[in-house]
């Protein structure tokens, strides 16, 4: 007996994966200007101006100069793998928009469309796994690259990642023990009847987000490129469009973990905790549009945090950063693991 397919079905999915992996790239891409721009506000100067009414049009002239720019693969590398990696690395950080509910549902042609790619009911599982799967990206170029900048870039990325996920799975530990699942989705549904999770686990967060700075090799975390000493760090010998995807996963990763924590910790597309959006008596579609909205204000807030931090803050030298890791983060995220959890027992006695 043959199954039946929901051809509708599975048109809405591959319409909602092409808007988000588009979005992502837009946004990358824009984000690159936005970096530039909040750099020369913080420097007192103009950033770019030229390509196009503001410079708007300055991410465009970047990506047609990657395009056209000569591809050079070093005649020692390991050239499958010096192609693989940054392909893994893009790939990676557009993977993980596959489980974020980047709102509610709309109603188009009579049926309820979500707004989620996936629901897993281990969503942040899967984030953690994707997101590990990522420095694997970064490794294999700077192996391949047969540089010693390179891999040492490369080295480097790997301890920090490692040494920071850790803090970061324990202190989604915490978060999981607050909200008793492990879906996204749950955990946006569940802050919409309440207060949001930053208000439980505002110490979590801080760890998290210090966390985040690292998983995407952000200043003052940026050891993985430090041109001051590394040349490029683990891209050094890239050109063309794979340094392209390796800036553009950069900024991916910015973009998603910046939704990831807005879900999180902040409701996700819920408006304000405690607020009854539903009382509006606004259409499905029109409270939709609402929390993608209020879903990208937080995303653009954190964003411009990135920003603002990079450009203020000095690098750490490398004993600094795995200290930091090793000797405070991850105690400190296993006493607010264990504080939350003696909490939850003591309420629940």
């Not at 549904?189 to 952000?218: D, K, M, S, T, V």
Request: charged share 15%; net charge neutral; hydrophobic share 55%.
């Amino acid at each position: 007996m043959l199954l039946a397919i929901d051809w509708l079905f599975i048109l809405e999915k591959f319409a909602l994966i092409l808007i988000v992996v588009m979005g992502s790239l837009v946004i990358a891409m824009y984000a690159t200007y936005a970096e530039r721009k909040v750099a020369a506000i913080l420097q007192d100067r103009r950033g770019p101006n030229r390509a196009g009414p503001f410079g708007l049009l300055q991410p465009v002239a970047d990506g047609l100069k990657l395009f056209f720019k000569e591809e050079i693969i070093p005649d020692f590398s390991s050239k499958f793998l010096f192609i693989l990696g940054p392909a893994l690395a893009m790939l990676t950080a557009i993977m993980t928009g596959a489980i974020i509910p980047w709102g509610d549902k709309v109603q188009l042609f009579g049926r309820d469309i979500p707004l989620q790619i996936a629901d897993i009911d281990v969503g942040v599982l899967y984030v953690f796994a994707v997101v590990s799967l990522g420095v694997y990206g970064i490794m294999i170029g700077s192996w391949a690259s047969n540089n010693k900048y390179s891999l040492m870039g490369g080295m480097r990325a790997a301890s920090q990642i490692i040494s920071y996920e850790l803090a970061m799975g324990i202190t989604m530990i915490a978060l999981i023990l607050v909200t008793g699942n492990l879906s996204i989705k749950e955990m946006v549904l569940q802050q919409q009847h309440g207060w949001w999770n930053i208000f439980y686990q505002p110490f979590g967060f801080l760890i998290f987000l210090i966390c985040a700075f690292a998983e995407c090799n952000r200043t003052p975390f940026d050891l993985a490129e430090a041109e001051s000493e590394l040349v490029g760090g683990y891209h050094t010998e890239y050109s063309s469009m794979k340094l392209g995807f390796y800036l553009f996963a950069e900024y991916i990763n910015m973009f998603v973990s910046s939704v990831i924590m807005s879900s999180l910790y902040f409701g996700g597309y819920d408006l304000l905790p405690f607020v009854d959006e539903s009382k509006w008596g606004l259409s499905a579609n029109w409270m939709a549009l609402i929390g993608i909205a209020a879903l990208m204000a937080k995303v653009v807030f954190f964003l411009f945090f990135f920003m603002w931090v990079r450009w203020t803050i000095p690098r750490f030298r490398y004993d600094q950063l795995m200290n930091l890791g090793w000797r405070v983060l991850i105690p400190l995220a296993l006493i607010n693991m264990l504080v939350t959890g003696g909490v939850i027992l003591y309420l629940h006695k």
